[in-house]
């Protein structure tokens, strides 16, 4: 049976304001004072009972080592000894210069003697007996109690040094953790599921996105779409050029606003608006790119003689299901070191190319709007009468329309 801490406190105190002070006072005649001086001292055993038995820290050749020797840098110590936690606890190991280390609830009897240093870690540490060196706590209080005596300085990092009684020869020390206690690393199986959703889910966003041009913006999406199939380096041009005069373009806009009285108001819904156009011509873009792979890989599937039916909506399935195999392929190889961040690599550029490539198609066609760069205008050869005359206009040597009869 486990006695509560708080219980037994309340038993001694409540016998303290109970009985008058005469009959406390310590003499060889007054039982009832050596009964409950008795009792005081008992109290921290019998709260041992309710708290975790310590275990004591094992040392070994590849652990850290602590030296607690001097404790005017406390937040070197406390890296330390946190970089040396394990989990479980018990995997914990560390060695101490000139002491020894124990986890958990620390108790030195009354009739002990601990020669050199001692290191508690996550845990409280009760001083009935006499520590011939400091103490050294982390995430615990350290108490000295009535006849307890501390040869050395006293430092709880994450606690509280209490005197109730006792004696130290040294310097005492009560601080906050700076440092947080370390995690322990998550599992390869869960790095992995944290990956796969956070691509799902980026996916799932796309897709929906996607979706969405195409029942709202079809004609617009399209027309980006083609001009990324027929001028490819003049897109990927024109995106990287975006890029770089994306800033400049913003801070000359706002400046240019500022210098007039009616511009100043209409700051805030410039850089709004700003903002805004950037992102659909990015995001729109990528979507666009994605609208052309699905295109091109549907209709190669179709000259095989694949039973495929061409619509938008799949060509923007395929084409972002084509550009996440990258990033499919580093959630389930990224924990390899080398390779893992090989593919993050050609993942994140390979993404950026063809992000810079719909952003260079989306400025071109003015968003949808100009079919200039999109291959859908016919040359001027083309326009004349004898070309016109052919059908189809495009694949098929265009004839001449023939002589008319002089009859």
């Given at each position: 049976?486990?006695?509560?801490?708080?219980?037994?406190?309340?038993?001694?105190?409540?016998?303290?304001?109970?009985?008058?002070s005469?009959?406390?006072?310590?003499?060889?005649?007054?039982?009832?004072?050596?009964?409950?001086?008795?009792?005081?001292?008992?109290?921290?055993?019998?709260?041992?009972?309710?708290?975790?038995?310590?275990?004591?820290?094992?040392?070994?050749?590849?652990?850290?080592?602590?030296?607690?020797?001097?404790?005017?840098?406390?937040?070197?110590?406390?890296?330390?000894?946190?970089?040396?936690?394990?989990?479980?606890?018990?995997?914990?190991?560390?060695?101490?210069?000139g002491?020894?280390?124990?986890?958990?609830?620390?108790?030195?009897?009354?009739?002990?003697?601990?020669?050199?240093?001692?290191?508690?870690?996550?845990?409280?540490?009760?001083?009935?007996?006499?520590?011939?060196?400091?103490?050294?706590?982390?995430?615990?209080?350290?108490?000295?109690?009535?006849?307890?005596?501390?040869?050395?300085?006293?430092?709880?990092?994450?606690?509280?040094?209490?005197m109730?009684?006792?004696?130290?020869?040294?310097?005492?020390?009560?601080?906050?953790?700076?440092?947080?206690?370390?995690?322990?690393?998550?599992?390869?199986?869960?790095?992995?599921?944290?990956r796969?959703?956070?691509?799902?889910?980026?996916?799932v966003?796309?897709?929906?996105?996607?979706?969405?041009?195409?029942?709202f913006?079809?004609?617009?999406?399209?027309?980006?779409?083609?001009?990324?199939?027929?001028?490819?380096?003049?897109?990927?041009?024109?995106?990287?050029?975006?890029?770089?005069?994306?800033v400049?373009?913003?801070?000359?806009?706002?400046?240019?606003?500022?210098?007039?009285?009616?511009?100043?108001?209409?700051?805030?819904?410039?850089?709004?608006?700003?903002?805004?156009?950037?992102?659909?011509?990015?995001?729109?873009?990528?979507?666009?790119?994605?609208?052309?792979?699905?295109?091109?890989?549907?209709?190669?599937?179709?000259?095989?003689?694949?039973?495929?039916?061409?619509?938008?909506?799949?060509?923007?399935?395929?084409?972002?299901?084509?550009?996440?195999?990258?990033?499919?392929?580093?959630?389930?190889?990224?924990?390899?070191?080398?390779?893992?961040?090989?593919?993050?690599?050609s993942?994140?550029?390979?993404?950026?190319?063809?992000?810079?490539?719909?952003?260079?198609?989306?400025?071109?066609?003015?968003?949808?709007?100009?079919?200039?760069?999109?291959?859908?205008?016919?040359?001027?050869?083309?326009?004349?009468?004898?070309?016109?005359?052919?059908?189809?206009?495009?694949?098929?040597?265009?004839?001449?329309?023939?002589?008319?009869?002089?009859?």
């Amino acid at each position: 049976m486990r006695v509560g801490r708080g219980a037994l406190r309340a038993l001694l105190f409540l016998l303290v304001a109970v009985l008058p002070s005469p009959l406390l006072a310590s003499s060889p005649d007054n039982p009832v004072a050596t009964v409950a001086h008795r009792m005081r001292d008992l109290l921290p055993l019998l709260e041992g009972l309710s708290a975790p038995a310590p275990q004591a820290v094992q040392a070994d050749a590849q652990a850290p080592t602590v030296n607690p020797a001097r404790l005017d840098d406390p937040a070197r110590l406390e890296r330390d000894l946190r970089a040396a936690l394990r989990s479980p606890i018990s995997r914990t190991r560390l060695n101490v210069v000139g002491g020894r280390a124990r986890i958990g609830h620390t108790s030195i009897g009354s009739d002990e003697i601990v020669a050199g240093h001692l290191v508690v870690l996550n845990g409280d540490t009760e001083v009935h007996g006499r520590i011939e060196g400091n103490i050294l706590s982390l995430d615990g209080n350290v108490t000295v109690h009535r006849g307890g005596i501390v040869i050395g300085d006293v430092l709880a990092i994450g606690g509280r040094v209490r005197m109730i009684g006792g004696d130290v020869t040294g310097t005492m020390q009560s601080l906050e953790a700076v440092v947080s206690p370390a995690e322990p690393a998550p599992s390869l199986w869960r790095v992995v599921a944290q990956r796969g959703a956070g691509l799902a889910g980026i996916f799932v966003t796309l897709l929906v996105l996607g979706f969405g041009m195409v029942t709202f913006g079809r004609p617009n999406l399209e027309i980006v779409s083609d001009t990324v199939s027929h001028s490819f380096g003049r897109s990927f041009t024109a995106g990287l050029l975006g890029q770089i005069l994306l800033v400049p373009t913003f801070g000359m806009l706002v400046v240019g606003l500022v210098l007039t009285v009616a511009g100043a108001l209409l700051v805030p819904f410039a850089v709004v608006i700003y903002l805004l156009l950037a992102v659909v011509a990015i995001l729109g873009g990528l979507l666009a790119v994605a609208h052309a792979m699905g295109e091109t890989i549907t209709r190669r599937r179709m000259a095989r003689g694949l039973v495929v039916s061409p619509n938008a909506y799949r060509y923007v399935l395929t084409g972002l299901t084509a550009l996440a195999v990258s990033w499919i392929a580093w959630v389930a190889v990224g924990w390899v070191p080398v390779a893992g961040g090989i593919i993050f690599v050609s993942a994140a550029l390979a993404t950026w190319f063809l992000g810079t490539v719909g952003f260079g198609a989306a400025i071109l066609s003015r968003g949808g709007v100009r079919e200039h760069f999109a291959g859908r205008i016919l040359p001027p050869e083309m326009m004349t009468d004898e070309f016109l005359w052919a059908t189809p206009q495009f694949g098929v040597p265009a004839v001449t329309r023939p002589a008319k009869d002089p009859q």
